[in-house]
């Protein structure tokens, strides 16, 4: 994989950034990192008896299982590979995920959650987010309650050393990972870096996120994938020389 002299901004949260960031220096690349969105911490509510435990993000499960033990009788379910190996990692068997795809939909697509009548289930999640998959449980006959990890906000930072990037031709590539942080960065830059953040090459994880690019007038985007590798795959292809 060769991403030489191409410079790769990364716009996850700071402590999401470096897994990408890594494999774009290992393939020859300069990773740029500038967070468009800051987690901060909330009040967790403790876990009571629910039957499965929905997280729909790795950052959902760091902060929820650094809060509190994980009852043994539970089962958990995850939103995305990145989230079913954080729950590895955290020593959780017999997770419930979908073979592919990183979103509501995939996972209300799995069997294990077509007969859900009458279980209590509880989604750990950012503050805020889509409803669907909650909607879509509680339709199914499942007591369906939300346990707010984390929320997301717009970070204070200084965009002029990236504005100065911009302008010297040394971003090669943008790569956002979630509507809301696309939103954020385009609010940051200001005018004159929207400009730039048009005329450069976009990197999303999901089709969504690539109808919001469209909706702010930055055209048509990459759609790479959720985790880090799928979106360096979709960066290194995205550069290779024309054979």
């Not at 959650?113 to 889509?130: M, S, T």
């Not at 005329?199 to 959720?226: C, D, I, M, Q, S």
Request: hydrophobic share 45%; net charge positive.
């Amino acid at each position: 994989m060769n991403l030489r002299g191409r410079g790769i901004l990364i716009t996850r949260p700071r402590e999401q950034a470096q897994g990408l960031a890594n494999l774009v220096e290992a393939a020859g690349g300069r990773a740029i990192l500038f967070p468009a969105i800051e987690i901060q911490e909330v009040p967790l509510r403790k876990l009571a008896e629910f039957d499965l435990a929905i997280f729909v993000s790795p950052t959902a499960v760091k902060r929820a299982l650094a809060a509190m033990k994980w009852p043994q009788r539970a089962q958990a379910a995850a939103l995305g590979r990145g989230t079913q190996r954080e729950l590895e990692r955290h020593g959780i068997k017999g997770i419930i995920a979908p073979d592919s795809g990183a979103d509501s939909e995939a996972l209300l697509a799995v069997p294990q959650l077509q007969r859900v009548a009458g279980r209590r289930i509880v989604i750990l999640r950012g503050e805020g987010g889509r409803s669907l998959l909650g909607d879509t449980l509680a339709a199914r006959g499942a007591r369906v309650e939300y346990a707010e990890c984390y929320r997301r906000v717009r970070p204070q930072s200084d965009s002029a050393s990236l504005l100065t990037a911009f302008a010297k031709g040394a971003v090669h590539a943008v790569t956002v990972s979630s509507a809301e942080g696309l939103e954020n960065l385009f609010e940051m830059l200001g005018a004159a870096g929207r400009e730039h953040l048009r005329k450069t090459p976009l990197f999303v994880p999901h089709p969504r996120v690539a109808a919001e690019a469209r909706r702010l007038g930055l055209g048509e985007a990459n759609v790479g994938g959720a985790s880090d590798e799928e979106m360096l795959e979709r960066l290194v292809a995205y550069f290779r020389p024309a054979e």
